[in-house]
């Protein structure tokens, strides 16, 4: 998700340019240009999107490792929750939440719920 909202060319737009070679005259519209450009293309702000995108893509990938710790009987609950908030830091981008809160964020709730939820049996050795 985060390679496809980073590098797709899902942002689009279109623009006019006007040209007037005597000062006084009315200017003559130019050709509309029309384009789609991706969000690495259009943000002026470079990295700050390539970041978020990082900690929302990264999140899934902390809960996990906080679930195969915590079945293992070694903590991960707080690896679980950390991942949770991360994750849910997504639902202040306006251009970010449609794609990753049903995709990502939902699946991570879901995940969370029951890996919070399960017992975990301690092994004896």
């Known amino acids: 998700m985060g390679l496809l ?21 009315i200017a003559t519209p130019g050709p509309t240009i029309c384009t789609n450009e991706s969000l690495v293309q259009r943000q002026p702000i470079w990295p700050l999107p390539f970041l978020a995108v ?42 970010a939440a449609p794609f990753f809160a049903p995709f990502v964020l939902l699946p991570l709730v879901i995940s969370t719920a029951l890996a919070l939820s399960a017992r975990v049996v301690q092994r004896s050795t």
């Open 54 to 95: 990082a900690v929302w893509s990264v999140a899934p990938l902390l809960s996990y490792v906080g679930v195969r710790r915590r079945v293992a009987g070694k903590g991960g609950t707080a690896l679980i929750i950390l991942a949770l908030v991360l994750e849910a830091t997504v639902l202040i981008s306006f251009g």
């Open 5 to 25: 909202f980073l590098f797709a060319p899902i942002q689009g737009g279109c623009r006019v340019t006007a040209t007037s070679t005597v000062p006084g005259q």
